[in-house]
């Protein structure tokens, strides 16, 4: 069990990248980080980059692959083990996906991995989250949410599949929860935003084979560093101090999202569906 007097935050995806310096950058504030990632070689050299460089030792590491349910449930019992408090939750991990692929359960992969794996979480966490004074949830979107929709006759998109639209639907889908849950939750002072963190330059297009590095140099090339887009979701966790949830941040600002991702009827079928593909329902609240 961690030391119960500091802060400890969960993050999500914590292998690389974006969540990587988010851990960094809260291990060197004296935050208790619990990070998750999927690869056992990549988390080890996490681990060890980060409680060499913030000097906090307190830094642990769960391996879990985010398209697998039955691993994500008992991931959430680990992580109830290990700490009776959830300060901060960044569901960071994320991947673009640009052929179509299904995981264990037979959904789409980016829906699965970027969207409903952190549904699933959160739901998860939310007791211990709820119990925590001045909690907060910070859900990693993209600025890629704004021309898309949710395709809810086909969510998985058998038809028509387009790995970029699909990546768009994902991150909206992420925004749209978050609007939901900061409403479901602002009675407990639980706060809930979510971020765009800027075109950073990272291993995002690494699901793609053997252009993948290719991609990812591309991103490389046009994107801005990891830390930035970290510092971009430390900046929204700190602006909300003052009890302001259901935002969305551009980078460091406060901006309006799409006409869609704001449609309440669209949330809450949103809602609806993703409790039903997952056979599971949030505690109430
Ligand atoms: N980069 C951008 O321009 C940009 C822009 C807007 C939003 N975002 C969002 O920022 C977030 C972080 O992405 P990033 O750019 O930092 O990319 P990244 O460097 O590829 O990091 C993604 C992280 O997610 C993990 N991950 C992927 N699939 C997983 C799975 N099935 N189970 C568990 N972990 C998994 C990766 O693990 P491995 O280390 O094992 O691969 C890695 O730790 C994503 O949600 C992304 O959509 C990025």
Redesign the pocket.
Known sequence: MLHENLKTCVI????????EQCALILASKGFKIIG????EK?CLNTQNKITKISNNQSFIINK????DHKQIKELSKKISSQTKKIHLLIN????IFLNRELDKQNIEMTFS??YLSHFLLTGLLLETILSTKNSQIIN?S???HEKSEINFDDISYKNGFNGMKVYGQS?LAILMWTYTLSNKLISNNTIVNAV?????G???L?NNGLFSPILNLG?KIV?KS?RI?AENIVNAYDNAQHNNSGNYYHEKNISISSKFSRDKKNQEQLWKLSENMLNFRYPKI
């Open positions: 999500t995806g914590v292998t690389s990248g974006i969540g998750i990632g999927r690869n990549r879990c692959d985010l398209s960071n991990a994320g991947g991995v970027n990693v993209s600025i890629a991150k765009h963190p800027g075109i950073i990272t291993r995002l690494s991103l994107g990891s887009g």
